[in-house]
């Protein structure tokens, strides 16, 4: 059983950058690959990034490349999201997932455990 606890999230402008964190319990983290996703109001939950267990692989849905970062902290079981140059359209509450392999798909229905999410407002 894994808990994740997202944070970091909150209102920025455009332009501007914020950092998200997912906490994550347990011993076993580093055997999880970890993603981030996004719902925005009346959207469906979308892929954002992920990340392999060990850190080495990592991939993006197009719309956030260059922008956002995803890493990872085995030895404080923490995952997060770098995330530069936001945009209005970057609003949505954001979810970390964390998926019992190695490396992650970009579908949601690979991750066995989510977050509560934490919301993120790009004010234009």
């Known amino acids: 059983q894994v808990q994740l606890v997202e944070s970091g999230g909150g209102l920025v402008q455009a332009g501007g950058s914020l950092r998200l964190s997912c906490a994550a319990s347990g011993r076993t983290f580093s055997r999880y690959g970890m993603g981030w996703f996004r719902q925005a109001p009346g959207k469906e939950r979308e892929f954002v990034a992920a990340?392999?267990?060990?850190?080495?692989?990592?991939y993006y849905t197009d719309s956030v490349k260059g922008r956002f970062t995803i890493s990872r902290d085995n030895a404080k079981n923490t995952v997060y999201l770098q995330m530069n140059s936001l945009k209005p359209e970057d609003t949505a509450a954001y979810y970390c997932?964390?998926?019992?392999?190695?490396?992650?798909?970009?579908?949601?229905?690979?991750?066995?455990?989510w977050g509560q999410g934490t919301q993120v407002t790009v004010s234009s």
């Open positions: 990340i392999s267990w060990s850190g080495g692989t990592t």
């Open positions: 997932a964390a998926a019992s392999r190695p490396i992650p798909t970009s579908t949601s229905s690979g991750y066995n455990y």
